[in-house]
């Protein structure tokens, strides 16, 4: 495993650090009474963590993410309006990770990254949609 140096974990970090001190700044002036701290929390991430982002964001990942939103293969079938059954039934977000990661088209640490951050953003509604895909494939099989 690659050891960073404090620098580089530094400019990997940049945004979840300038968040957190964003965080902290605005939390302090509104617990200490001062009557800036609206302003200080919506410059903060309005202004501050957005260039912060631009500046040292990883493009790579910005550009996976693009690629994999606007990815066919990401779409869930659509439903025909005359009857419930799906026309089409892609493969999950997680079945894209893996099958990419297998084909080798992503690194380990990408296939770590996307793998986190799909767990991460999976909502109750997301878990119930993929729950029920997975029994219509059951049913068909």
């Not at 960073?4 to 530094?10: A, I």
């Not at 200490?32 to 410059?43: C, H, N, P, Y």
């Not at 894209?96 to 996307?114: I, N, P, S, V, W």
């Not at 799909?118 to 997301?126: F, K, V």
């Given at each position: 495993?690659?050891e960073?140096?404090?620098?580089?974990?530094?400019r990997d970090?940049?945004?979840?650090?300038?968040?957190l001190?964003?965080?902290?700044?605005?939390?302090?002036?509104?617990l200490?009474?001062?009557?800036?701290?609206?302003?200080?929390?919506?410059?903060g991430y309005?202004?501050?963590?957005?260039?912060v982002s631009?500046?040292?964001g990883?493009?790579?990942?910005?550009?996976?993410?693009?690629?994999?939103?606007?990815?066919?293969?990401v779409?869930?079938?659509?439903?025909?309006?005359?009857?419930?059954?799906?026309?089409?039934?892609?493969?999950?977000?997680?079945e894209?990770?893996?099958?990419?990661?297998?084909?080798?088209?992503?690194?380990?640490?990408?296939?770590?990254?996307?793998l986190?951050r799909?767990?991460?953003?999976?909502?109750?509604?997301?878990a119930?949609?993929?729950?029920?895909?997975?029994?219509?494939?059951?049913r068909?099989?």
């Open positions: 495993m690659d960073q140096t404090p620098s580089e974990r530094l970090n940049a945004t979840e650090i300038a968040s001190l964003v965080t902290g700044f605005w939390l302090a002036a509104l200490t009474g001062q009557s800036w701290w609206l302003g200080a929390l919506i410059v309005v202004v501050v963590v957005p260039i631009l500046l040292f990883d493009s790579e990942t910005e550009r996976d993410w693009w690629d994999d939103l606007w990815d066919s293969n779409v869930v079938g659509t439903t025909d309006e005359m009857d419930d059954e799906p026309d089409e039934v892609s493969e999950t977000p997680l894209t990770l893996r099958r990419r990661y297998a084909a080798g088209e992503l690194t380990d640490e990408q296939f770590e990254r996307k986190e799909l767990l991460e953003t999976e909502t109750l509604e997301d119930e949609e993929r729950v029920a895909r997975e029994r219509l494939r059951e068909e099989l």
